[in-house]
């Protein structure tokens, strides 16, 4: 098995940290605009902007610890596999 393989494996359903950077920053880019429409803007419209832009900020912070954790696993399971080539190479020596 290779490592893209055994993290794929690791995570099951869960996106990997590409999927969710990818995410993160279509939301950055989304919340860029509503900020720039935002700032034309007043009124109740002012208002449901400044909403939708809260909601955004919290799902990006959301997304954010999500892709280092997974990223933390990433690392993790590939530092897990290193270590198996390490200590086969070491027994090979035996």
Do not use: H, Y
């Not at 940290?17 to 002012?46: I, Y």
């Amino acid at each position: 098995m290779d490592e893209q393989e055994a993290i794929q494996q690791f995570l099951g359903d869960r996106p990997d940290t590409a999927q969710l950077r990818e995410w993160r920053t279509t939301l950055e880019d989304r919340l860029k605009a509503l900020k720039g429409e935002r700032e034309r803007l007043n009124g109740d419209t002012a208002d449901k902007l400044d909403s939708r832009i809260a909601q955004l900020e919290k799902q990006i912070t959301a997304l954010s610890e999500e892709e280092a954790i997974t990223q933390f696993v990433e690392d993790s399971v590939r530092v897990t596999l290193a270590m198996g080539t390490v200590s086969d190479g070491m027994d090979e020596l035996d």
